[in-house]
């Protein structure tokens, strides 16, 4: 967290953003951390070391639309598109926004999640230190080496990380840290 927050004042300082758009990104990141009470945190033990924001998930009506006002408006760079139904952007150091079309049925656009990268990542040590917390952790399932719990708001994070040779899913997924 720090690292973002230090690279978004970096951004600000070498006016690669303006001062507005440092404040609405640091407290979109604010608004996406899950805040639990320093009670709670020290019986529960210490917890995972976040060092970046790997991506938000927005769901919403028209992906063309959305993709176009972000990279006009922000100077997101476009770095994947289907051409159908999402796209990923690349802004700041290492952060990336995914804009996907709805799910049929569905009319609400969203945050769908919100994806945080943590040090020393062992898929099967975060899996059990997620159930020792209650989280119910569920398996990323697109290519990352990942789990999404909810925060206490029923928000999805997904929580992720490098797999590294003697990790259960390497040569399995590849999970690599885009910057």
């Known amino acids: 967290m720090e690292r973002l927050i230090a690279g978004l004042v970096n951004d600000y300082d070498q006016k690669k953003i303006g001062r507005r758009q440092l404040i609405q990104r640091l407290a979109l990141v604010a608004a996406a951390v899950p805040v639990a009470s320093t009670t709670s945190a020290a019986q529960a033990g210490r917890g995972f070391k976040a060092f970046s924001l790997d991506h938000i998930s927005y769901q919403v009506s028209d992906y063309k639309r959305s993709r ?7 100077d997101m760079t476009i770095t994947r598109d289907n051409g159908k139904s999402g796209c990923d952007m690349r802004f700041g150091a290492n952060s990336r926004l995914a804009i996907r079309t709805l799910p049929q049925g569905q009319t609400t656009q969203r945050v769908d999640h919100v994806s945080y990268w943590i040090e020393d990542w062992d898929t099967d040590k975060v899996k059990a230190e997620l159930d020792r917390r209650g989280l119910k952790p569920k398996e990323e399932t697109g290519g990352y080496a990942g789990w999404h719990v909810l925060d206490p708001d029923g928000l999805d ?18 999970s690599e840290f885009r910057p």
């Open 157 to 174: 994070v997904q929580i992720g990380g490098l797999v590294k040779p003697g990790d259960s899913l390497y040569g399995k997924k590849l």
């Open 68 to 74: 176009d006002f972000y990279a006009v408006l922000l």
